[in-house]
């Protein structure tokens, strides 16, 4: 009897490690008003526009590529000072963090500059992730009216919403996006 007893607490503890392997649970993201005056088009919830995109490298991107992945969008400029104020902070505590997590992605956007600019740009500033060029600003007029100003973070979650945005640097915003990307690549 003894030995039944101890076979049953085995099969009632593993039952309870296997189910709490396999239970979902639900994210919950920060509930984020986006102030009117940050100048986006785009609201949290919006599925990303479709465009594409030119890396520094050639390769070209766009949103189909990035189905299933949970995605940064960073749209900055190499005269930005704000920009060059957050990028450590988005290499160190975002990129570094997660460049080997094949379910996130990291893409700055610079806004309306030639290629060997935005090249030493990425130097100067010593990121990692890849830039990729915005002739006109075009992919920037998709998600803020073109006269707003850059430094504007977008993370897209594995089904290409909008899940939340930042303007210009702010700490606690930016800690903030952080812990969400967090739970979305969980």
Not at 129 to 149: M, V
Request: aromatic share 10%; glycine share 6%; net charge positive.
């Amino acid at each position: 009897m003894e030995n039944i007893f101890k076979n049953f607490k085995l099969i009632l503890v593993g039952l309870f490690i296997f189910n709490g392997c396999f239970a979902q649970t639900k994210l919950e993201i920060p509930k984020q008003t986006v102030p009117e005056e940050y100048g986006y088009k785009v609201k949290i919830g919006d599925q990303v526009p479709d465009f594409s995109m030119t890396l520094t490298d050639g390769k070209k991107v766009s949103p189909k590529d990035w189905k299933g992945k949970v995605v940064m969008l960073q749209f900055t400029a190499s005269w930005c000072s704000v920009c060059r104020k957050e990028m450590p902070f988005i290499e160190k505590d975002i990129r570094l963090k997660n460049k080997n997590n094949p379910n996130f992605l990291l893409l700055g956007v610079d806004r309306d500059e030639p290629l060997e600019k935005v090249v030493k740009f990425q130097k100067d500033m010593a990121i990692t992730y890849p830039l990729a060029l915005d002739p006109n600003a075009d992919i920037f007029g998709l998600f803020a009216d073109k006269k707003a100003g850059v430094t504007r973070n977008v993370i897209l979650d594995r089904n290409g919403k909008i899940v939340y945005m930042t303007r210009l640097y702010k700490p606690e915003e930016f800690q903030e996006m952080v812990k969400v990307i967090d739970m979305l690549v969980k």
